[in-house]
């Protein structure tokens, strides 16, 4: 299956919606990972440790399918990301 990665940049001041979105956002990872369609998931983090965005790798069976994911996660419905990007990836490491 294609491997996608989204990455989503924190819009600014949106700490607080981070926290109140982010129960509903990880069930929606922890489906994936059920899936076993789950790579990678976490923040992004600033200088100072802090998050500014997140990363999830993740496997589905077409752009469309992963863009799709994407649109329905609360961080990019709800303002946390002032943007965020969709990209398929090609795992070269680890074999």
Known sequence: MPVFALIGWDAPDSA???????????????ALAARGQLRQAGPLLDAGGQPC???VIFEAESLDAA??????DPYCG??????????????????
């Open 16 to 30: 607080a919606l981070r926290q109140q979105h982010r129960p509903v956002h990880l069930e929606g990872l922890e």
């Open 67 to 72: 863009r799709q994911f994407a649109a329905t």
């Open 78 to 95: 709800n303002g946390v990301f002032e943007r965020y990007e969709v990209h398929e990836t090609r795992v070269v490491l680890p074999r």
């Open 53 to 55: 965005g997140s990363l």
